[in-house]
């Protein structure tokens, strides 16, 4: 039987006018982003669909991103389309927790822009790197790596594609080593810090303060935890691994291989961008991702589910 996977972008996907239509042409959409700029304390709406420098700067980026993901959602689910299972990669997993039913949709936002300021200001700008290293096989980059201090894998994202982070000066050293023993290329990301590295323990630990004040419930469905690339459906181990995600490996590309072992054939990505997309095609090039990026998007997906099912 076919199973549909929601999934959610992280950071870096964001664009201006992101979920703009949403926002002007649904009422549920413009509910989410009008709760978001009351629990903030500025516009969303602003942040997202106004040029402005905010948008690219971490502690307004995730707030922005999960906001535009919810509100995606909320629309898409009016229209009766439910997802079997739900991931998302970095920040895209609190999306992927409100769309599981686990967490509210105030939480989530709520959350992740504390979640942004603590990531933030954890590392002095400068004292923090990350670098994608391409066409290299991950078990020969943790080879290369795994003597070297202050540098870790950050993402596993697809196969060729591996995020490093740590040290600024250890992430470029590993850079020219990673060159040396066959990495096509390594180019340094334009980020404010080492997220995903040991660096952010610091970060995780306050995180797991503001946590303390989310309502937890148990999974409406299941979701697959950055973490782990484990199905989640206790919700005793939610927060926990919330906290951890901080500071350790983000494995999607195994997270992706969980779902599609257990049935998944069709992912939904819901959000700016078609990032996910494009590393499931290089993950498993037999199964369908279709994307909603813009209001029109939820009716060609919901055609293309229904051409499928007859």
Known sequence: MSKIAFIY??????VCGMGQDFYEQTESGKQVFDLASKLLGFSVPE???EKNDRLDITEYTQA??????IAMTKVLEEKGIKPDVTAGLSLGEYCALYAAGVISEADAIFTV????????????VGQGAMAAVLAMDAAAIEAVIADMEGVQIANYNCPGQIVISGKTEAVKEACEKLKEAGAKRTILLNVSGPFHSRMLTGAGEKLSKVLENVEVHIPVIPYVANVTAEYVTDKEQVKPLLTKQVFSSVRWQQSVETMIAQGVD???????GKTLAGFIKKINKTV?????EKLEDVDKVIKALEGEAC
């Open 47 to 49: 942040l997202c669909f």
């Open 64 to 69: 922005a991103m999960v906001t535009t993901s």
């Open 288 to 292: 369908k991702v279709l994307n909603i």
């Open 9 to 14: 972008p992280g950071q870096g996907a964001q």
């Open 113 to 124: 822009r504390q979640r942004g300021i603590l990531m933030q200001e954890e590392v002095p």
């Open 266 to 272: 069709k992912f939904i990505e819901i959000g700016p």
